[in-house]
Structures are given as structure tokens and as C-alpha cells.
């Protein structure tokens, strides 16, 4: 997302429907939406247009003054929302009245700066549209009555959003050009420490970071610079065993982490390594690999390891993630930040070779190497051959073989090898594709 689009931040007290309001803004269900209060936990950006105008809207949790450990995390994740947002949006409920929190939250954005617009939410039908007056106390002009869920008056709400944003300037331009930073999610099961790790990255508090497994419920994106460009990473929540998602949030949470993989250029894959290489470790790096992106190995808590751990857990990596031996593995603690400063240039190494072009006679010349080297087996008393190979494609590279009979999976293995020792092709997957000659 452009820094240069206009942001609204949407907040407002646990459970008055922010997220169904967002969704409503982006068309889509984006956030995650459930009938209890505090599943929104961090900050969570999507992209909304309306009337000509492009701005980012971001989703918080709600304001829970007085709070545990972890609510007080979720109130401060809104705080500073606020803080960065050229516009607020007050989600308030129609159906409760105003309440004492109602009136704290909007005596701290008084005080703001940005124009802060009331959203008097749940007005299902024209009989609860005075009950929105009631909120013209909060001092913050006229309230919008509307429904989230039914769409009842957000056209006049998203009209008012548009007029507070701040005017169009050359400097901040409405439409994003360009295919996007190269995109990184961070993948792995629930508290191996990918909160924390992401936050160590991102150079920022952005996302909530707390013992209890399952804090993050969504997949936060933050865009951050780096001195070779940008790179947008994703927080996702931890996938368990679809057997053991026993709540509804779970299973959206479970889904919005798969897409983020299937979205993404590269995953850090992290596992706890004071736990070792578990079996889910292990799906979720097929998944990883099935998903064809680039793949970074982090043990995380690798200091909590002696001596014989950290060699019992490099065999299971070895044994374990053995499809994952193209991706590098790096040993650190996202806690203290050991050997977290590895972790970017792994990435942009993986980015590189994840977009890289081979040229067609340089790849022949491999080839014919190759089966001189090693001529492929004989399979059912023909011996197979590569007449010629040509890459198709990038992101990742993938490079058709055309052959007088089918290979082995073997020798493509082989080839593959081959391939990524002559382009310098580590960091990424590699697909291989066999057409045979006359077909």
C-alpha cells in the first residue's frame, strides 16, 4: 500500500460491528468477523474506494480501558492507529445507547487533530434512526446512522469519509502502479514467536505480541523499506491441524493464513526449535512448497538449544523438510534479535532468483552437459532424451523440457540440480515441466 494514500482508521469500542463496517467499505470480508467481542486484535490495512478517491482503511481492535496484559496491547494497537490516520471513523452501537467507554474514546480523539466522523452502527431500519441523535453529546458533530451489515446509509457515510480525506495532491497519487513490493508471509504454528520475529523486522510495535497461542487472528501486511527497496511482509496467524479448529474465528483465521501463503513470493517458515521439527512444521512447509514461493528456514529460540539439541534438531530439519533443501536455514532468537540481521539478506537473495531469467542458449548448453555427464535411464527399453529447453516463465522459475520419452523423477531431480547449481537459483522453487516430442 502507497504511505501516500490517505488513511481511515475505524475504532470504537469492542464489538459494535468495526470489522462488518470495513468489510462493507472494501466490498469483500476481508476482516474477520465474529459474534464476540475482541477478535480484532491488531491493525489490519485494506484498500477502499469511493467516488473517485483511493484511501487505506484500517481495522483495530477495540478500546478496553483497564483491561489484562493483552487488552491493554489491543487498546495501544488502536492509539496508535489513530496517531498515524488522516481520518477517524467512531464506530459507536444504536442498540446500546452511549456508554461510559463511548465517551472516553471520543474525549481522546478530541484531542486528536484529524476530523473524527460517528458512525452510529445497527440502525437496521428508519424506527432506530433517532436513537442516533442520542450521540451528538460525544462532541463530535452530526452522528451517520447506518447498518454495516444490511448496508443501510453507507453510501452517506463513505460520501462524508471522501470529503474529510485531504485534498489530491501530484505528491500523493491515487493509483498504485507497478506489481507491489516483493511479498514475504510469515508462516508457522501458533506461538513459535512469528509476532514477535515480525515486529523485530518491521522495526515497530504493529502487531500484538503475547504468550497466550492464537493472538494474532488475521494477516496484518506492513510495506517496510529497506536499502534495496521494499518488501511487504504478513503477519499470519498460526495454523494448527484443521482437526483442532474448533471455533468459527479459528477457521478464518486458518483461511486467511493459507491465502496469504498462496499470495506470496517467499514464506519464513518458522519453528520453535526448543520443540524441534514437528509433523504440523512439516505441513506447513509442504503447503509452503506446494504453493511454489521462495522459502526461508527459521529456528527460532535457537539460544534456549545445548550443543546435542541443536544437532538433534539439524537432523530433523535435514530429515523432516528434506523437499525444503533449495531454502536457506537460519538459527535465531526473534526475542533478542540474534541473527535476525540474516533474515533480509536471505530474503532478497530468494527475491532474486524467485524472478530470475535464463537465457535460452545458456540452458541448452546445461542440458546437453548434463546427459553427457549422466545419460537418463533406460525406461521400458527406450532410452529418453532433451531435445531442447526453454524457460517459461518467472516467479518461479519454470522451464519446459522437451523429451522423445518421459524422464524419471529421478534424473528431472537431477536436472533440477543441475539448474540451480548453473544459476546461481538456491533461494526459490524450481518447476520442471516434460512435453514430449510430437504431443
Known amino acids: 500500500?502507497?504511505?501516500?494514500?490517505?488513511?481511515?482508521?475505524?475504532?470504537?469500542?469492542?464489538?459494535?460491528?468495526?470489522?462488518?463496517?470495513?468489510?462493507?467499505?472494501?466490498?469483500?470480508?476481508?476482516?474477520?468477523?465474529?459474534?464476540?467481542?475482541?477478535?480484532?486484535?491488531?491493525?489490519?490495512?485494506?484498500?477502499?474506494?469511493?467516488?473517485?478517491?483511493?484511501?487505506?482503511?484500517?481495522?483495530?481492535?477495540?478500546?478496553?480501558?483497564?483491561?489484562?496484559?493483552?487488552?491493554?496491547?489491543?487498546?495501544?494497537?488502536?492509539?496508535?492507529?489513530?496517531?498515524?490516520?488522516?481520518?477517524?471513523?467512531?464506530?459507536?452501537?444504536?442498540?446500546?445507547?452511549?456508554?461510559?467507554?463511548?465517551?472516553?474514546?471520543?474525549?481522546?480523539?478530541?484531542?486528536?487533530?484529524?476530523?473524527?466522523?460517528?458512525?452510529?452502527?445497527?440502525?437496521?431500519?428508519?424506527?432506530?434512526?433517532?436513537?442516533?441523535?442520542?450521540?451528538?453529546?460525544?462532541?463530535?458533530?452530526?452522528?451517520?446512522?447506518?447498518?454495516?451489515?444490511?448496508?443501510?446509509?453507507?453510501?452517506?457515510?463513505?460520501d462524508a469519509v471522501v470529503a474529510a480525506l485531504p485534498p489530491v495532491t501530484e505528491t500523493a497519487p491515487e493509483a498504485e502502479t507497478g506489481a507491489g513490493p516483493f511479498s514475504v508471509a510469515i508462516v508457522g504454528r501458533p506461538n513459535v514467536g512469528k509476532s514477535t520475529l515480525f515486529n523485530r523486522l518491521v522495526g515497530d510495535e504493529r502487531t500484538v505480541v503475547h504468550e497466550e497461542p492464537g493472538t494474532t487472528r488475521d494477516s496484518i501486511d506492513t510495506i517496510v523499506e529497506t536499502d534495496d527497496g521494499p518488501l511487504r511482509f504478513v503477519d499470519t496467524a498460526g495454523m494448527r491441524r484443521r482437526s483442532r479448529v474448533d471455533e468459527p474465528t479459528e477457521y478464518y483465521s486458518l483461511v486467511r493464513a493459507l491465502d496469504a501463503v498462496d499470495r506470496a513470493d517467499a514464506a519464513l517458515v518458522v519453528v520453535d526449535a526448543s520443540e524441534g521439527v514437528t509433523h504440523q512444521d512439516q505441513r506447513l512447509a509442504e503447503r509452503v512448497d506446494a504453493a511454489g514461493t521462495a522459502a526461508v528456514v527459521l529456528l527460532n529460540k535457537w539460544d534456549l538449544l545445548d550443543a546435542?539439541?541443536?544437532?538433534?534438531?539439524?537432523?530433523?530439519?535435514?530429515?523432516?523438510?528434506?523437499?525444503?533443501?533449495?531454502?536457506?536455514?537460519?538459527?535465531?532468537?526473534?526475542?533478542?534479535?540474534?541473527?535476525?540481521?540474516?533474515?533480509?539478506?536471505?530474503?532478497?537473495?530468494?527475491?532474486?532468483?524467485?524472478?530470475?531469467?535464463?537465457?535460452?542458449?545458456?540452458?541448452?548448453?546445461?542440458?546437453?552437459d548434463a546427459q553427457q555427464r549422466h545419460p537418463p535411464p533406460a525406461v521400458r527399453r527406450h532410452r529418453p532424451r532433451v531435445l531442447y529447453a526453454t524457460q517459461g516463465a518467472s516467479d518461479p522459475p519454470t522451464f519446459t523440457l522437451f523429451a522423445t520419452h518421459e524422464l524419471p523423477p529421478t534424473y528431472l531431480r537431477y536436472l533440477e540440480r543441475r539448474i540451480r547449481e548453473a544459476f546461481d537459483l538456491g533461494p526459490t522453487p524450481l518447476k520442471l515441466r516434460v512435453r514430449l516430442r510430437g504431443r
Open 1 to 158: 500500500m502507497n504511505g501516500a494514500t490517505p488513511l481511515v482508521a475505524v475504532v470504537g469500542r469492542p464489538n459494535v460491528g468495526k470489522s462488518t463496517l470495513v468489510n462493507r467499505f472494501v466490498g469483500g470480508r476481508e476482516a474477520i468477523v465474529e459474534q464476540q467481542p475482541g477478535v480484532t486484535r491488531d491493525r489490519k490495512e485494506l484498500v477502499a474506494e469511493w467516488a473517485g478517491r483511493r484511501f487505506r482503511v484500517v481495522d483495530t481492535g477495540g478500546w478496553l480501558p483497564g483491561g489484562a496484559a493483552l487488552d491493554r496491547q489491543v487498546s495501544l494497537q488502536a492509539e496508535r492507529a489513530v496517531a498515524e490516520a488522516d481520518v477517524i471513523l467512531l464506530a459507536v452501537d444504536a442498540t446500546v445507547g452511549v456508554v461510559e467507554e463511548d465517551a472516553r474514546v471520543a474525549a481522546l480523539l478530541r484531542r486528536a487533530g484529524p476530523p473524527v466522523i460517528v458512525a452510529v452502527n445497527k440502525v437496521d431500519d428508519a424506527s432506530r434512526e433517532s436513537d442516533a441523535w442520542a450521540f451528538t453529546k460525544l462532541g463530535l458533530g452530526d452522528p451517520y446512522p447506518v447498518s454495516a451489515l444490511h448496508g443501510r446509509g453507507s453510501g452517506d457515510l463513505l
Open 308 to 368: 546435542e539439541q541443536r544437532k538433534d534438531v539439524m537432523g530433523q530439519v535435514g530429515d523432516r523438510l528434506a523437499f525444503l533443501s533449495y531454502a536457506p536455514v537460519l538459527k535465531v532468537s526473534a526475542l533478542t534479535g540474534r541473527n535476525v540481521r540474516h533474515v533480509l539478506p536471505a530474503l532478497r537473495e530468494a527475491e532474486a532468483a524467485y524472478h530470475r531469467r535464463v537465457p535460452t542458449a545458456a540452458l541448452n548448453r546445461v542440458m546437453t
